[in-house]
């Protein structure tokens, strides 16, 4: 392993990124069999057998009462749990220290080593019209918990917590849906969790937005191709408040048909510390088209402003994403990504970045997921650095197991 990586870090960037790639859809048709469920397993077999036929059943007695409803199983009944287990290696080429971290990338972060990203378990209770009280509990462990819930604010009090809210249903129309506690953001097309993407690495646009808000957020679906959201919270990535001032946001989801969904989300407030007179726009736009049943395609675009002693910064981006689904287990997702930076308030430096993504994902019937990724970003700076030489680039590779369930899957 060792002398193909002397041979593979002296190659030219371009060779690099093409070796790269093609190493990716290499694993993937190895481990592939693996993945295959095999046709004459044992439970296959089993259910060939027909069984006995059971003798039918006397009738009851009608005045026979139905038995009495235990509360707590009838309670449990409606909670949905979940769970994940998310562990992967990773191998930045310009290879700095074992275990350290690499630029820009914020959950599959540690060079040269296996890592367990994320051990998770959720419980929720939905509220609707018929049962108008629920809640949402996420326990999270794992490097993603350390960095998703990072917060000196609180001495990191939650740092296990990814999620902690209760819901409220009200008749109002065609129903509000408070939320009121600690959720994931609205912000942007990426969930946090890696098996609701299309790629293992986050974009730019992800790892350096908004991921969780303290706070109150409030719902209203209009009819089936339109639904409202408003949020009310102490602001970004904290659990408390570094100012007097609050956060507000708004957003709209437009269904015009089943293949087409349309975001927009505005978040608006002061962000820094103890300071209330400057103000944070954060606007996020989405847009999601699929085109046919083996073909998903996406767009995110980002423009926020802020200002530092009252002189303006900006930075924008734009993400593009595409999923074919080459064989029912198969799946190759392409990704690139403009990220402008050009006043430094972002990375703290003054740059345009890039990045391409080339994710192969075979997926087993039973919730396993294996991910092999291969990722190039550069700038227009020299933001990154090998054996202690600045340089734009930085090339990557990735591979990761995912495990979830579920207990409302069928």
């Not at 409606?78 to 990338?105: M, Q, W």
């Not at 706070?215 to 100012?243: E, S």
């Not at 956060?247 to 978040?267: D, L, R, Y």
Request: charged fraction near 20%; proline fraction near 6%; glycine fraction near 8%.
């Amino acid at each position: 392993m060792r002398s193909f990586l002397d041979v593979v870090r002296r190659l030219p960037g371009r060779s690099l990124s093409l070796l790269l790639a093609g190493v990716t859809v290499g694993c993937l048709l190895a481990v592939a069999p693996v993945f295959a469920a095999p046709a004459d397993s044992p439970a296959a077999a089993v259910a060939a057998v027909a069984a006995p036929e059971a003798p039918a059943a006397e009738s009851a007695p009608a005045a026979e009462q139905a038995p009495a409803v235990n509360p707590a199983l009838a309670f449990f009944e409606k909670v949905e749990f979940s769970g994940i287990i998310d562990a992967y290696y990773h191998y930045n080429f310009n290879e700095p220290p074992t275990a350290s971290f690499t630029p820009l990338r914020n959950f599959d972060v540690r060079h040269n080593q296996f890592s367990l990203a994320l051990v998770e378990f959720a419980a929720q209770r939905a509220v609707s019209a018929d049962d108008p009280i629920g809640f949402r509990f996420d326990l999270q462990y794992g490097q993603v918990a350390q960095i998703f819930n990072g917060d000196p604010i609180d001495n990191n009090a939650l740092v296990n917590v990814q999620q902690g809210y209760v819901s409220y249903f009200a008749n109002v129309g065609k129903g509000l849906t408070f939320d009121f506690g600690k959720f994931v953001t609205p912000i942007g097309t990426e969930p946090t969790e890696s098996k609701d993407n299309f790629n293992y690495s986050r974009a730019f646009l992800y790892a350096l937005g908004p991921y969780y808000h303290v706070g109150a957020r409030i719902g209203y679906t209009v009819n089936d191709k339109v639904a409202l959201a408003a949020q009310l919270v102490n602001g970004w990535n904290a659990t408390g408040d570094n100012n007097a001032g609050k956060t507000i946001g708004g957003g709209i989801t437009i269904k015009p048909t089943p293949k087409v969904t349309f975001i927009q989300n505005v978040m608006y407030g002061p962000e820094q510390n103890d300071n209330t007179e400057d103000k944070r726009t954060y606007s996020d736009t989405n847009l999601a088209v699929t085109l046919t049943d083996k073909v998903a395609t996406g767009l995110n675009y980002v423009y926020a402003a802020d200002s530092v002693a009252g002189n303006g910064v900006n930075w924008q981006g734009l993400a593009l994403y595409l999923r074919g689904q080459v064989t029912d287990k198969f799946a190759l997702s392409p990704r690139f990504e403009w990220f402008d930076d050009s006043d430094g308030f972002v990375t703290g430096t003054a740059q345009a970045l890039k990045e391409f993504t080339m994710t192969g994902e075979i997926k087993h019937s039973k919730g396993l997921i294996f991910r092999a990724e291969y990722r190039r970003d550069w700038s227009d700076e020299d933001y990154f650095s090998k054996e202690g030489t600045p340089k734009n680039n930085q090339n990557t590779f990735t591979f990761a197991f995912i495990y979830s369930f579920s207990s409302k899957a069928p």
